[in-house]
């Protein structure tokens, strides 16, 4: 480690996914000096580069939005904002397009434009090239590690590490946008190693709240080796060590249920004779990602039977996350705004998956509303000298006790078994949650106890707190939603429970709290 | 995993340190040195990113592979991501038209599945 930089900016973006992508062009387009800071490169990390938003795309004919966002409303267990659905809807539909001078849009097959999907790689790459344009500055391999909050309680800035160059930094700004993504606790998701749950850590340092953190149950199917995107995978058959195909239901709960029952028992195996025929010629094509692990492995995945793996996807294609307490994107902490998968996107998916479209079109809106929002107060508060700032951070910083090393591995490996075992997140019940919980209460004191590290590896121990903290959310809010919506499922309390369609609050470090939201942000504003 | 870089066709240009996502890479006097392959999310994305096409990274994420170079190297595995991807053919258009058939093509293995569902289900009443 060497010594810091210091710098200050209107609006700091923490994240460098499509949400951090699309904040930094919405704040830098209105004159706001603009720094995003991402702990990989942007382009190439966070869940959206090696996926294919597919986003929700609604035309603007009113009868048809209102079905569509009706129909969601219900489809997501009445947790859902029906007008927070119309606005990502009508900010996705004329957003998207602008990115045409730098993403070369496919044909849509009738003359026309495909916009609705977009491949990772070339997405990022293209967002990327219009945030600098619109004269934001980013910086690589920067990971946060904690905020800075002044004496009123609001947010700041933020510290943390440059690992290329071996440099921690700090930068003040009155403005701070935490777009870090979901959580998957490093099951191996595709994309998602560096998702592991920082944003959620920091905010709640600064006394940011979390909702939703229950509906973190979700699942992606893949071969056992790799995590893949899953296109060539929706019409498989399974079959269990004897050759026995597995009757499952196509989707849903049950779904990974049967799949992880047998997958307890042992291997499971996939075949793709029943795949549309049009797919295997140009499968390299659409997803060239996808072919590699098993043309690699001298696989021929559509003619072979080989064994899988359900990969867990955490709060990525679940939907818990920061609180959101108006309509500009603001949490429960002034100056810290949250946008995509770092916010919770119950607003618009409810208690179920917003995973295929809803998902990046939350992503999208959030990064702009939150941008335009954060630099509204930068440039309002720019004049004003920056106040004392404290560094918020807590755990693995300050330890209480005698300073230990402390075995990432073995906490990371524990948090994975507790959060995507099949056991524990396919068959939730008090018994098993308490038990859950207990143990992680054990690495959360263990960390906070004799925890200690510095520039690179204070950025690794901090994923693991952070990946702790996540996971002793989710559990704690599951414990306290006694009933099955959504993606959450408890097998000792199944059916909705009548009075349940309230969001869940949760949050805390050492203490933690869980609280039904009483009443929507719109009612306490009157 | 990540597992070789071949030092001889790497051009030193550094682009797979800056891009790799989980910090994998540290730059070398010539090529770079896979630092930290236990960091590696086999994302592909060092592949995309070499104008060289001297990475290979191998097919299981949860371990290290042992691989021979030379039989790499003649397997017509390098390079390719790169080609599939159309990001070797920069000036050439339509590399993203088949990409709306995705959905389409998602929804009907789902639908198979669905129907295949239906008719077992029946079938065991
Ligand atoms: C396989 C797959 C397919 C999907 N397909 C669809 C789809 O078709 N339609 C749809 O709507 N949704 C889809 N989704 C969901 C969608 O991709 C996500 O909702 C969206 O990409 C989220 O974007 P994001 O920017 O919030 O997060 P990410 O893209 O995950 O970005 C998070 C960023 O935060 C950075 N970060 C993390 N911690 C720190 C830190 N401490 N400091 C600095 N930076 C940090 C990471 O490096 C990363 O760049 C899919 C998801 C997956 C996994
Ligand atoms: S990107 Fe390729 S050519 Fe450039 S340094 Fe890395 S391996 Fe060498
Ligand atoms: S496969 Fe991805 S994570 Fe691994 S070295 Fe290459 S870019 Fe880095």
């Known amino acids: 480690m060497s010594d810091g930089v210091t710098v200050r900016a209107d609006v700091l973006i923490i994240g460098g996914g499509m949400a951090a992508a699309w904040a930094a062009i919405a704040a830098a387009k209105t004159g706001a000096s603009t720094i995003l800071v991402d702990k990989g490169y942007v382009g190439t990390s966070g869940v959206t580069a090696t996926a294919g938003p597919n986003h929700w795309w609604v035309p603007p004919d009113p009868v048809r939005r209102r079905e569509i966002i009706e129909r969601k409303w219900a489809d997501g267990f009445e947790l859902g904002d029906p007008a927070w659905m119309e606005r990502i809807i009508d900010i996705t539909w004329r957003t998207l397009p602008d990115l045409a001078r730098y993403y070369p849009f496919g044909s849509d097959g009738r003359g026309g434009t495909y916009y609705s999907g977009v491949r990772g790689a070339e997405y990022m790459r293209a967002l990327r090239t219009y945030a600098v344009a619109a004269g934001a500055r980013i910086l690589d391999h920067h990971p946060a590690t904690q905020l800075l909050v002044d004496q009123d309680g609001a947010v700041a800035g933020a510290c943390g590490h440059a690992r290329l160059t071996g440099q921690d930094w700090k930068i003040h700004a009155p403005a701070v946008i935490m777009a870090t993504g979901g959580c998957a606790f490093r099951s191996g998701l595709i994309g998602s190693h560096g998702n592991s749950g920082d944003g959620y850590l920091l905010a709640a340092e600064a006394g940011a709240e979390l909702s939703g953190m229950e509906f973190s149950i979700q699942y992606t199917v893949s071969p056992a080796w790799a995590s893949t995107r899953t296109l060539p995978y929706g019409a498989a058959r399974y079959y269990d060590a004897r050759g026995v195909e597995i009757i499952q239901p196509p989707r849903g709960h049950a779904h990974y249920q049967a799949l992880g029952a047998a997958l307890l028992e042992g291997p499971v195996y996939a075949d793709l004779i029943d795949a549309p025929v049009e797919l295997p010629p140009i499968l390299h094509d659409i997803q060239p990602f996808t072919p590699p692990p098993f043309v690699r492995k001298g696989i021929d995945m559509f003619k072979q039977r080989w064994p899988i793996k359900l990969f867990g996807e955490g709060t990525i294609r679940g939907n818990g996350g920061l609180r959101i307490v108006d309509d500009m994107c603001g949490t429960s902490v002034t100056g810290l705004y949250a946008a995509g998968d770092a916010a919770t996107r119950e607003l618009v998916t409810g208690a179920i998956s917003g995973g295929g479209a809803v998902n990046s079109a939350w992503a999208l809106s959030s990064g702009q509303i939150a941008g335009a929002a954060a630099a509204r107060r930068g440039l309002a508060l720019r004049g004003e000298a920056a106040g004392k700032a404290r560094m918020a951070g807590t755990v693995a910083m300050h330890p209480r006790l005698t300073e230990q090393p402390i075995d990432r591995k073995a906490i990371e490996a524990d948090v994975d078994h507790h959060m995507n075992g099949y056991q524990h997140a396919l068959w939730r019940s008090e018994g098993q949650l308490t038990q859950s919980l207990a143990l992680l209460d054990a690495h959360w004191r263990m960390i906070g106890d004799h925890g200690r590290a510095q520039g690179l590896a204070l950025v690794g121990l901090r994923e693991t707190a952070a990946m702790v903290a996540t996971a002793r959310w989710c559990t704690a809010a599951a414990l306290a939603r006694k009933e099955s919506r959504g993606v959450h499922v408890r097998v000792d309390a199944p059916g909705l429970d009548p009075g349940g369609n309230v969001r869940l609050l949760t949050g805390g470090l050492d203490q933690l709290w869980t609280r039904p939201e009483s009443r929507s942000y719109a009612e306490a504003a009157e | ?125």
Request: a negative charge; hydrophobic letters at 35%; charged letters at 20%.
């Open chain 2, 1 to 125: 995993m990540i597992a070789h870089i071949f030092d001889d066709l790497c051009n030193g240009c550094n682009s797979c340190v800056t891009i790799c996502p989980t910090h994998v890479f540290d730059a070398g006097n010539s090529a770079p040195v896979i630092a930290r392959p236990d960091q590696c999310q086999t994302c592909y994305m060092c592949e995309l990113y070499c104008v060289s096409d001297a990475i290979y990274v191998g097919p299981d994420s949860h371990a290290a592979e042992i691989i021979d170079p030379e039989t790499i190297r003649a397997s017509g595995h390098l390079g390719r991501v790169r080609h599939d991807h159309g990001w070797d053919r920069p000036d050439e258009a339509g590399h993203l038209d088949h990409y709306r058939l995705l959905g389409p093509l998602l929804q009907e293995g789902g639908e198979t599945a669905a129907q295949r569902y239906r008719a077992l289900a029946t079938s065991r009443e």
